[in-house]
Every structure is written in C-alpha cells, then in structure tokens.
C-alpha cells in the first residue's frame, strides 16, 4: 500500500504495451484450424479437355490419394464436368465451370490421424509429379466454412474487374506471378477458364438470305444438332394416366457429332439435305473465356490462393502489400481482396467494436450506480488484464485471435467485471465506516478473496476439457476455453493486488459525505 501509485501505473504501462505487442504478433483466423479427417479438392485440367479425359485424371488422382494415405480412405465423392441446365442444385454444393472441372470429396477413416495442412502438402506435390499439366486446389468442405466464406472457394481471392478482358488478363497473370512469391501461399491460379477452345462460325448473310435462311434459322439448326432441341423447341408429352408432363427432346449423339467435317455438314432448312452449314458460313478457330463473371457493368477475373500453416489475417496483410506494389493500374480497372479474408477483416472489427462498447456501457451503469466517475474507473482497471492473459494464452497454446477466442475473451472479462464490482462495493462501504481507504480496500479483498478464488477456479476446471479440445470437432471450441483460463487467471491477480491498491489511491482524498441528488437525510 506504500507504493500503491507506483503499482498501479507500472502495472497499467505494462499491461497495455503487453496487450498491444501480442495483439499485433498473434495470428488472426475467421474460424479455428480443425482436422476433421475430410477434404475437398478441384481438379481442372487443360481447358477443352473432354469430359471422358477428365474423368480419367479424376480416378489417377483417387489412386494417388488412396496411397498417400496409405489406404485409409472410408468414403469418397465426386462430380465430372457440368451441372446440367434441367438439374435443380445449389452452387454452394457443386459449381463447375466446364467439362475440364472435377469436385472431389474424401472422407478418411477416424483411427487415421493427421495434420491437414501436411496431407494436403503431400497431395500437391504427389498429383504434380505424376499428372504435371492438372491443377488443383484444396476448398472448404464443411458448410459452416462454405456459408461463412460467403461462397469463396480459397480464404484469399484477389478480384480483379475492369471492362476489356484482356486487359483483366494482364493483370490477373501480373497479379498471379507476384503471389508466387510468397512462400505460404498454395494453389495460385485464375480460377476462370479464360481460354477455352471454341469454333467460330461467320454466317455471309447474302448467301443465307439467297437460300431464304434468317440467322435465328441457322442457329437454331446448330443448337439442335450440337445439344439438344429442347432448346429451340419446347415439346411436352401428356401422361393421362398419372397426368403428369414430360419434356421430349431429341438429340445427336456425341460421338457422332465430334469432328470440324461433321460440324459443317448440319442441314440448316427443313426437310431438305441442302443447304449446309458449310454453304452459309466460314469457319476457324480460336479461344475464348469459357466463363464471364460480373459486377455491374465490370467483367471480373479472380485469383485465388490457399494459405499453408499460416493465418489469414497474415496472408491478407501481405497480399494487400503486393496489390500496392503494382502501382498505378490501366483506366478502368480495381482490384479488391475478397473472399474469407474480407469477411475477416469485417468480423474482427465488429467484435472489437462489441467489446468496447460493452465496456462503455458497463462504465456508464457503475458510475450511475456508485455516483462516481472514479470507482467505475477503478473497476474497470482489471479488464487489461484479462485481455492480456487471455492473449498469452492463445499465444502459448498456439492459437489464433477467431470468432471463438473473441468469446473466450468477452466472456473472462464479464467474470472479472463482476469480481471487480463485489471487492469495490464492500471496499466503500467499508470506507464510510472505518473512514480509511487502504484499511476498506484490504480487508474487502480480504474478505472477497475466498468467494473470488471459488468462483475463477471453478470456471478454469469447468474449461478445461473444452480448452483440450477433446471430442469430435473439439478443436474448434478450443480457443473459446483457453481464452476463458487465461483471461481468469489474470484477473485473478489484477482484482486480489492491483484493485484494492488503485481504489486506496482514488478514494483516499475522498470526502465522506454522499454526492447524491438525493440524500437519505
């Protein structure tokens, strides 16, 4: 009690430059890491691969992973190519950009244990040295990862969106190479397909005109011959007995229609074998982007990239430094980091913003309730703490600052607020009795020690099997329990040593009549 400023104010400087020191060096994440024994990878080769060719890769990459796990898979799905226009499905689930695309799903078997981010590494480098020319790329799998990444299929997506694709190109590729760089970063790629084989037919309008043949006739003619004729022509058949419709369409085979020579030999009016397509039209080839994506007016190009063995709000610091580094872009385009890494930066903010605006209400409630500015200060003084233990925690245990922690944290700062506010009220009451304030600050804290030990020890060994992480997706609360025992044990310290010593410091010049508006007498 002697020295009680020079506690208090060491004990303030040192715990604010201590929580901003491990505020800045502690990882960030939307969600904690789990392994939860499954995975999903996109498998895209060569653009224009045809859907059988990509079926076959698909296999030699189950083989591949199949022996990396050393035969531990329990089950595994997957989809090849194309979602059809009649199949009703939501993109959340399978989202294909062409025949050349594949969506696996692997389930390993629960006695199997392993480090995810290792496993995938080991996938990267097993599929690349056995099928070179395919890229894959590792997404979220479970659906509270998918909805929270807002349908981003990587934590870090760079969009790049501008009005001449080529343009987009350029930069997405500039954007592409100087991601490479980073050492952390995986699967960097455009997720697009910007050059996709395609077939360019130019109809001479007079030679159709000649034949009596509008444009919209010879499209059709190949839209049929090439798909379906569902549609160009919507054909429904009755069924009276369980009235019921069905759609009738009718179509070429594919291995039929498969060749330039085939393609040109389409009759283009009905009823008659001539005139062909060929007779109407030039042919050549080309590339083009298999998919337009768009904001407005904006066509868009993403880059995408996984994170291994680091967190995401790392990763988006750096990629925003390579995105600055670019400098000056054409006219007409931005660039903007979505996906997972967006919705971090929103979250993070709004729970800091939460917890601080809790602890303004909180002051505002003690000081209507002690009328007095001074002890509601008092009690919030052991809130530094528990921030600070709770980081500590997290940064020992190998944690990062998440949506579980952020709980762990506000929930240990209730339980300190609430110490704080029992030690306070006896210490003035005590006060106005013994009219001394270290002697009331002392023996309120005397007197609160057994109640305040009871109930932080309590909460610290009700955490523990949480903070173990034990169970099925126990990894993903956590962070929540270490947070909780950091938090207390620090409190635990700051309301039992620094509190008394701070309100014998506030409340020792303090007169002992009531400031109320409405005294008892």
């Known amino acids: 009690m002697p020295h009680k400023k020079k506690y208090v104010v060491v004990y303030l400087v040192f715990t604010l430059i201590a929580t901003g020191f491990c505020f800045t060096f502690i990882g960030k994440d939307l969600l904690p890491h789990t392994n939860s024994g499954q995975f999903q990878i996109r498998i895209k080769a060569p653009e224009g ?7 076959e890769k698909l296999h030699s990459v189950l083989q591949i992973i199949d022996s990396t796990v050393e035969h531990h898979v329990s089950v595994s799905s997957a989809y090849v190519g194309l979602v059809p226009s009649s199949f009703g499905t939501s993109n959340l689930y399978v989202f294909n950009s062409g025949v050349h695309e594949a969506v696996l799903q692997v389930n390993l078997n629960e006695d199997y244990k392993v480090n995810m981010d290792d496993l995938k590494d080991a996938l990267r480098k097993n599929i690349s040295a056995i099928l070179p020319d395919l890229k894959i790329s590792f997404e979220p799998i479970d659906l509270t990862e998918k909805i929270m990444s807002e349908g981003a299929s990587t934590p870090i997506e760079v969009r790049v969106a501008g009005k001449n694709i080529k343009e987009i190109e350029k930069t997405a590729n500039l954007i592409t190479d100087s991601l490479k760089k980073i050492p ?8 697009q397909p910007l050059h996709f084989p395609t077939i360019n037919i130019k109809i001479d309008r007079f030679k159709a005109a000649q034949f009596g043949l509008t444009v919209k006739d010879i499209a059709n003619s ?12 919507k054909n429904m058949w009755l069924d009276e007995k369980t009235s019921y419709t069905y759609q009738m369409q009718v179509q070429i085979p594919e291995y039929i229609m498969n060749t330039l020579e085939e393609l040109k030999e389409i009759p283009v009016q009905k009823g008659k074998s001539r005139p062909i397509l060929s007779d109407v039209a030039d042919f050549s080839t080309s590339t083009a982007p298999g998919e337009f994506d768009r904001v407005g007016p904006r066509r868009y190009v993403t880059v995408s990239a996984n994170i291994y063995k680091k967190d995401l709000g790392t990763a988006t610091t750096d990629v925003k430094k390579v995105l600055t580094r670019l400098g000056p872009l054409p006219k007409g385009l931005i660039t903007e980091v979505k996906g997972t890494s967006n919705l971090l930066i929103e979250t993070l903010s709004s729970l800091q913003n939460g917890l601080l605006f809790a602890i303004l209400v909180i002051f505002l409630l003690l ?13 919030l003084i052991t809130i530094p703490a528990v921030i600070l233990g709770s980081l500590l925690m997290l940064l020992i245990t190998g944690n990062t600052l998440n949506l579980q922690s952020y709980m762990g944290m506000i929930m240990s700062t209730g339980v300190s607020v ?10 003035e009451s005590l006060r106005l009795n013994l009219r001394n304030a270290e002697n009331a600050s002392v023996m309120a804290a ?7 030990l009871m109930t932080s020890l309590a909460m610290i060994a009700g955490m523990i099997p949480m903070a173990m992480g ?12 270490r947070a909780v025992i950091g938090g207390l044990l620090a409190s ?11 309100f014998a410091w506030v409340q020792s010049k303090t007169d002992f009549e009531s400031n109320s508006l409405m005294p008892e007498g």
Not at 49 to 55: D, I, M, S, V
Not at 470 to 481: D, K, M, N, R
Not at 492 to 502: G, K, R, T, V, Y
């Open 184 to 191: 952390y970063l995986r699967d960097i790629q455009i997720a």
């Open 418 to 427: 609430a110490n704080a506010i029992l030690i306070v009220t006896n210490a």
């Open 492 to 502: 635990m310290f700051a309301a039992l040593f620094i509190l008394p010593q701070a």
């Open 367 to 379: 000081a209507a309730n002690y009328e007095s500015f001074k002890i509601s200060l008092v009690v």
């Open 49 to 55: 691969t045809r859907l059988e060719r990509t079926e």
């Open 446 to 452: 005397g007197i609160r020690l057994r109640p305040i």
């Open 222 to 233: 190949i839209t049929a011959s090439t798909t379906s004729s569902r549609y160009t022509e």
């Open 470 to 481: 034990i169970g099925e997706a126990g990894e993903q609360s956590a962070p929540l329990g």
